[in-house]
Nanobody
Framework: VQLQASGGGLVQTGGSLRLSCTAS????????MAWFRQAPGKEREFVAA????????PYADFVRGRFTISGDYAKNTVYLQMNSLESEDTAVYYC????????????????????WGQGTLVTVSS
């Protein structure tokens, strides 16, 4: 499965961006998809996740209601709508997809995902 992420860019503090991640195969082949991010000098961290089946869309604590993850399964695409962006949100954002079903408690783990996109850079300027 190949993942193509897009939608990053330069935005001012308080602005919005929508990231997209399109999978090369039907999303039935990727039961869970997620967004992670990595800022310069920091480890990659979980942002949000969504499952094809099952409830629950976990978000990182730092999201604080500003981001929304959603999926258009007919288009094999997952989105991350980011509002009220802050300078601390500056990072490369990566989408990830699992090979197998992922239980809710593991959706935040890097190791739950077998496939990764190339990343899209989000820069928030003050």
């Amino acid at each position: 499965v190949q993942l193509q992420a897009s939608g990053g860019g330069l935005v001012q503090t308080g602005g919005s961006l929508r990231l997209s991640c399109t999978a090369s195969e039907r999303t039935s082949s990727t039961p869970a998809m997620a967004w992670f991010r990595q800022a310069p000098g920091k480890e990659r961290e979980f942002v949000a996740a969504i499952r094809l089946r099952g409830s629950g869309k976990p978000y990182a604590d730092f999201v604080r209601g500003r981001f929304t993850i959603s999926g258009d399964y007919a288009k094999n695409t997952v989105y991350l709508q980011m509002n009220s962006l802050e300078s601390e949100d500056t990072a490369v954002y990566y989408c990830a997809a699992s090979r197998d079903y992922v239980i809710l408690s593991r959706l935040r783990e890097l190791e739950a995902y077998a496939f990764w996109g190339q990343g899209t850079l989000v820069t928030v300027s003050s």
